[in-house]
Structures are given as structure tokens and as C-alpha cells.
């Protein structure tokens, strides 16, 4: 399976000269934790709510839920790890393990337009729609589990 087949389509956006309380708005309106960062349809970069987390006061959202006056330019992560359509599921998966993300933007390799975004959410939503997790299935090799005080039960 290929990002083209798993990634979503429909990207919400952000302007890097938005107002990091812009970008916060539409992840609350939306419920999402990502946004990519375009100028003229090019990705420049990627805001996440950990992104808007560590750049409110002290790391906290202050009391009266302001933020600090930033643009999504200041907060934004620049060059984010991307991937390309014809990009294999295996190999994202591998993106977002390696670097500890759970998103990477999908664009055209030849000019780095965005068009998608495959986030965890995505691959996890693959293993439900595919019914890779069957119940039935029994574990092909044994393992121990460790009860308290030490014990192991073995199951073949």
C-alpha cells in the first residue's frame, strides 16, 4: 500500500504570517494536531499542538487561554520530514518511529507542493478497515507473561 492510498486529501492549512492563536483555533475547531504550513500551495513547514504547547507561557496556556504573540512562522517546525504519494505505508511508518512524529506531510516530489498528510491516526484507522487485528488469529510463537512476584506462565 502506498501514501496515495492512506493519506488524507483534504488538508487543513495555515499561512506561516497566521497568528499562532489563528493556528490554535482551527486545531480546537477541527480536533486535529497538525497543521501543514503553505505559501502558494508549497509546504514550508509543520505546526503541531505540541508546537503551540511549548510556545504559550511557560509551556502552560495562561489562565485566560491567551497565547503568546507569535506568528506560525516563529513556532513552526521549517523542512519537516516528508514523503512522496508513490511512497510505500512501511517506509512512513519507519519516518514516524525513527524521528518520534506522528505526522508527515505527502508532496510532490518534484515541487514540493502538499497534497496530503498521513498522520498515526491514519495507519491505525488502516488496521481497522482491514481487519488486520482478527481476534481468531492465533499468535504464531510463544510468549512468557510475568505475573507479580516474578512468575512466568509460558504459552505455546
Known amino acids: 500500500m502506498k501514501a496515495m492510498q492512506a493519506m ?31 505559501r502558494d500551495r508549497m509546504l514550508v513547514g509543520i505546526l503541531s499542538d505540541r508546537d503551540v504547547l511549548l510556545h504559550t507561557s511557560g509551556g502552560q496556556i495562561a489562565g485566560d487561554g491567551q497565547i503568546a504573540d507569535r506568528s506560525v512562522r516563529e513556532t513552526m517546525t521549517k523542512k519537516p520530514i516528508t514523503c512522496c504519494s508513490a511512497d510505500p505505508i512501511s517506509y512512513i511508518a519507519g519516518l514516524m518511529l525513527d524521528n518520534k512524529i506522528d505526522c508527515v506531510p ?15 491516526f491514519d495507519l491505525i484507522e488502516l488496521l481497522r478497515e482491514k481487519d488486520v487485528l482478527d481476534a481468531s488469529r492465533t499468535v504464531p510463537w510463544n510468549y512468557a507473561v510475568k505475573l507479580a ?8
Do not use: F, Q
Request: negative net charge; charged residues 30%; aromatic residues 4%.
Open 106 to 120: 505527502v508532496v510532490e516530489e518534484d515541487d514540493g507542493e502538499l497534497v496530503g498528510l498521513v498522520t498515526s
Open 8 to 38: 488524507t486529501r483534504n488538508v487543513i492549512c495555515v499561512h506561516e504570517t497566521d497568528a499562532i492563536e489563528t493556528a490554535r483555533d482551527i486545531m480546537k475547531e477541527w480536533d486535529i494536531r497538525h497543521l501543514p504550513v503553505v
Open 149 to 156: 512476584g516474578g512468575a512466568a506462565v509460558i504459552y505455546p
